[in-house]
């Protein structure tokens, strides 16, 4: 680290800043190194040791800058690719996106990874003619291997550089399946990434280019209908969070397949967690899926007719939670909902089947309405939930939308039958219960829905594909809990279509692109978040898998020299979630099978198991409120362990399968026919997991304790067998060990008794050499001191007479001083007498004028207080007119619900209660309207006081400025120097007078007078 070097630097805020080396300072094997700041100018001093300050790289809080004359290429907005950067470290690569981000470009390179930041608005980035150029540079490169591309990065780039390397690589190795991964955490704009990947690919591969560049949405192509997934998917799976309006809540791998001409011919899609939570519980400043809202906003009256939906978003329990009803983006919800219509269009979805689609919708968030009150029974004090009188209607909606009874939708969500021996009993909930029966029937049925729509889609975008296998093939959701099996999902009309996959044949190829969660860090996690966690820490493996351990390994057998790479390695992490037969899955496994387990037992097992674990921490203030923390390789998260085993069994109870199962509706029979396959294959999983996992732990507490038995016969042996030796050799050793010792201790004795008289005699002679030579050198030395002693003292008198000229001469110097400043003290005492004079003249002046504009000022407070009285006088006419009018407006239409009433007897019950809620709302209006009169009649009675007090105020304020003005005039006469100054604000004015004079003169005095005008 060389003097005058450009550096970052680590302040007090661990924040880097710009700097330069001041100072170089070696103290020992440290070298201390001063550093200014270019924005303060405040310095730093840092302490490295020898080797870092020598090689320049700084440590964790010093680094050198990529500028000019220390770096080949400069950080800054110019830098495309951040490996060329000589100096790589952190706060060049964080100065170098900021400042590329502050001029719209959010693409950054850093090797073959592309850096995008999220900038939050339509930056002109994606237009056809863009798009073009980076197809154009494409077909180039993939003539030319050698062409060196000109246009900046882009994920067009990236999209085309995957699709090159697929289709015409450079070379037989090359040419292999391609995988796009696109992370990031909540908020990023990967899902805006994926549909600008998608759109490219379609583009580049599709048969009709000019119809997607267009937006020509009338003609039907693979590739469209590959593009007009992405509205239903995001419709159905996504919703606004904290940071994102159009969060996806699941995540999905689409595979694009391309023939071995690069034409696209189908996809896939796999879709995996689905965030079903979110259906029933909605945090502060989020929504639910975004359906619901597209719905409410978008449906034509007809459709919400048939659907039975209110158009007020507010009355709806599953999306009123967070009283948050709109997006941020700019987005209505209403355009999007033609979107959706759309779309489904373009998948070949007929009318019946989006009408059962939007019918479940519907009867999912009208059952989210339906609420149970807790009532004793009347043999005994048992709680038992029962339906509230005013929500039946919502059960009565859910059942006809759903073809089912009402009283059997109420009888499954308020009761179980439970099996004792060989009789079924059944048992009656409470309403907490109920409404855990009720949510998990509502993200069973939505669940559903929601894989039935990928199957839907699946089954359209990859027919193409299934035409040239000789089978039907279609994606499906790898999370394998959906309610139906995809035979079901095809059609709802010929569900005949045995849906299975089959890989394509060798010719064919595809580009995969991963779209999954963000990492996700909230002052409360739970369940969900512990699993999204928990994949991108799977994410981070496979990345550093591929990145670093596999590049290491071909630089081994390559013989490359290299140097070693850290990285943060999530191995453990991974294994403290997954391990068996005591990782956290494990542990949560076992307790969902253990009877009467809660998430307070679940926690206790982790405590036990896990708590000397590295990455798991379990204090006691975590313990207290039974949370624990995992130390990710983003960071260290908190967990709370409510609610992981409900969740992690996911199980929709018998009475709830049976409910759906008595359905009239094909579509809802569809939705429970897998259902009940899925749960009893899940159960019997879990018991044989539970099962597996006690034989081991028998067979390994076996075989430790036969081990340690063995261990203790094996140790018993050796000591006897080692303490009989032990008392052979001792005595051998005993014997041999005192010859011995007596044969070398008389050895040594004759030859240290001539040692001792050779070094008395060599020590003797040393001492009288140097006795000699002290003396001689002492001599010299009082011969040199008295030699001294004489300089000295001639020095001294030629000093001495030097001094006292030196006196003579500073002693008349200081009087011709004195006489120059006596002359200008005179000059200056007339000068100040003068100026005194001139201010207060001056001062006389700005009294008079300030007078004048105080009373200019209360006759102008005095119109307006007229004008103001006259105006509020013509609003309360108007307002009485406005009551009259309104009041006759009530009587017509008071009128007119009489004769409606007459006409229809069929709605005359639902017509009352809307009249008397109406009466009740215009009654507490006009009660609000008198109230804002009388409000108003006190604030002018308030006002006018107020005005009277002001009048009084600005009469004692001009008798205080005369009186200050007397005064003032008085000290004047006196005084050599005086300043007047007025400072005026908004509503108040200050006058100060203070009168400056010498302080060795004549003293300092300063009087203040406040003058409160308003």
């Known amino acids: 680290m060389e003097f005058n070097a450009h550096v970052w630097a680590r302040d007090h805020l661990q924040q880097w800043k710009q700097g330069r080396v001041t100072a170089r300072e070696e103290k020992g094997d440290a070298r201390l190194i001063t550093v200014r700041f270019d924005s303060d100018g405040r310095e730093a001093v840092y302490t490295l040791t020898a080797s870092e300050a020598d090689e320049g790289e700084g440590t964790k809080q010093i680094k050198l800058r990529n500028v000019k004359g220390q770096a080949g290429v400069l950080e800054g907005a110019n830098v495309d690719d951040l490996i060329v950067l000589t100096h790589l470290h952190e706060p060049a690569i964080l100065y170098t996106l900021e400042e590329r981000y502050k001029q719209d470009v959010i693409y950054t390179y850093t090797g073959p990874i592309l850096l995008a930041i999220n900038p939050f608005w339509r930056v002109p980035l994606y237009s056809n003619s863009i798009l073009e150029q980076y197809k154009k540079d494409g ?52 899902t805006e990434t994926t549909k600008i990947i998608m759109r490219y690919l379609a583009i580049l591969g599709g048969h009709d280019s000019r119809a997607l560049l267009e937006g020509d949405s009338t003609v039907i192509s693979i590739e469209q209908q590959v593009l007009q997934s992405n509205p239903i998917l995001e419709a159905f799976g996504n919703a606004r969070t904290v940071r994102n309006d159009n969060s996806s809540r699941f995540g999905k791998f689409i595979e694009i397949d391309f023939d071995k001409d690069g034409f696209l011919f189908g996809a896939a899609i796999r879709t995996f967690l689905l965030e079903k939570i979110r259906l029933v519980h909605t945090s502060e400043q989020e929504r639910n899926f975004h359906i619901f809202y597209q719905m409410l906003a978008g449906a034509t009256e007809e459709c919400r007719k048939r659907w ?3 158009p007020d978003p507010r009355i709806y329990h599953y999306i009123n939670q967070s009283n948050c009803y709109a997006r941020r983006d700019g987005v209505r919800d209403a355009d999007l909902w033609e979107e959706l219509q759309q779309a489904m269009r373009v998948m070949g979805m007929s009318d019946e089947e989006t009408d059962c689609i939007f019918s479940c919708v519907s009867g999912v968030l009208n059952c989210g309405n339906v609420d149970f009150d807790d009532a004793h029974t009347s043999k005994s004090d048992e709680l038992i939930g029962e339906p509230r009188a005013d929500t039946l209607q919502f059960a009565g909606i859910v059942a006809q939308l759903w073809s089912l009874e009402q009283e059997a939708l109420l009888k499954a969500m308020s009761s179980r039958r439970i099996k004792a021996g060989n009789e079924w009993f059944t048992v009656y909930l409470d309403a907490k219960k109920c409404r855990h029966s009720r949510d ?19 089954n359209t975008i990859d027919r193409q594909r299934r035409g040239a296998v000789g089978g039907e093939a279609a994606g499906n959701s790898p999370a394998g809990s959906g309610l139906f099996t995809w035979s079901t999902a095809s059609s709802l009309t010929n569900g005949s279509d045995a849906l299975h996959s089959s890989p394509p044949p060798g010719d064919h190829m595809f580009i995969g692109l991963l779209d999954i969660f963000g990492f996700e860090s909230f002052d409360q996690n739970y369940f969900e978040q512990f699993l999204i966690n928990y994949a991108n820490e799977k994410l981070q493996q496979q990345f550093n898998h591929f990145v670093f351990e596999m590049e290491a390994v071909e630089y081994r057998k390559e013989g490359i020299k290299w140097d070693f790479v850290e990285f943060p390695n999530n191995k453990d992490s991974i294994e403290l979630i997954e391990a068996r037969p005591a990782g956290i899955l494990s542990l949560l496994d076992e307790q969902c099978i253990v009877p009467r387990a809660t998430d307070q037992t679940f926690a206790g097992n982790l405590y036990k198991h896990l708590a000397s674990h590295p990455r798991f921490k379990s204090g006691h203030d975590l313990r207290v409120d039974y949370k624990f923390m995992v ?7 908190t967990y709370l362990t409510a609610g992981f085993l409900e969740k992690n069994r996911d199980t929709l109870h018998q009475e709830g399968l049976d409910l759906v199962n008595s359905s009239t509706s094909k579509f809802i029979t569809a939705l429970g026919a897998g259902r009940r396959v899925y749960v ?11 099962r597996l996992r006690g034989k081991m732990a028998r067979r390994w507490y076996e075989s430790e304790r036969n081990l340690r038995a063995s261990i203790r016969l094996q140790t018993w042996i050796r000591m006897r067998m080692l303490r009989r030796e032990y008392t052979w050799e ?9 010859f011995v010792r007596y044969r070398m201790l008389r050895r040594k004795y004759v030859t240290k008794r001539m040692r001792v008289i050779m070094l008395q005699c060599v020590w003797r002679r040393k001492l009288a050499r140097q006795e000699m030579l002290l003396r001689k050198r002492e001599a010299a030395k009082v011969s040199a001191l008295q030699a001294q002693i004489m300089a000295f003292e001639r020095r001294f008198k030629r000093f001495e007479a030097e001094r006292l000229a030196a006196e003579q001469a500073e002693a008349a110097r200081v009087e011709a001083e004195r006489a120059e400043a006596a002359r200008l003290e005179a000059e200056r005492l007339e000068a100040e007498q003068a100026e005194a004079a001139r201010l207060q003249a001056e001062r006389v002046e700005a009294a008079r004028l300030e007078a004048e504009r105080v009373a200019a000022e209360a006759a102008r407070l005095e119109a307006e207080q007229l004008e103001a009285e006259r105006l509020e006088a013509k609003r309360l006419e108007a307002k009485r007119a406005e009551e009259q009018r309104l009041a006759a407006e009530r009587a017509d239409a008071e009128r007119l619900h009489l004769e409606q009433l007459e006409a229809a007897q069929a709605e005359r019950a639902r017509l009352a209660a809307a009249r008397m809620e109406a009466a009740q709302l215009e009654a507490a209006r006009l009660e609000a309207d008198r109230a ?3 409000r108003l009649e006190e604030q002018n009675q308030q006002r006018a006081e107020e005005l009277e007090a002001l009048r009084q105020a600005e009469a004692a304020s001009v008798a205080r400025v005369e009186a200050a003005l007397r005064t003032n005039s008085r000290l004047s006469a006196s005084t050599p120097s005086v300043s007047f100054l007025i400072m005026c604000g908004f509503s108040w004015w200050r006058m100060t007078l203070s009168c400056e004079a010498c302080v060795e003169h004549y003293g300092i005095f300063v009087v203040d007078v406040t003058l409160i005008i308003r």
């Open 932 to 934: 804002e009169l009388l």
């Open 680 to 690: 009893i294959a899940r159960n019997v999983v879990m018991v044989l997991q539970a």
């Open 730 to 738: 001792k005595r051998a050793s005993v014997r041999l060990q005192t």
């Open 308 to 310: 039975q939906l209110a």
């Open 440 to 458: 998990a029937l509502c993200k069973a049925v939505y669940s559903g829905i929601f894989d039935w729509l990928v199957g839907k889609i699946n």
């Open 139 to 190: 077909v180039n490169k993939a003539f030319d291997p050698d062409y060196q591309s000109a246009l900046p990065p882009h994920v067009y780039a990236t999209a085309d550089s995957a699709y090159r390397l697929m289709s015409k690589p450079t070379s037989e190795r090359q040419k292999r399946n391609q995988s796009i991964l696109v992370s990031g955490e909540s908020g990023a704009g990967k």
């Open 631 to 637: 130390a990710h390789y983003a960071g260290d998260i």
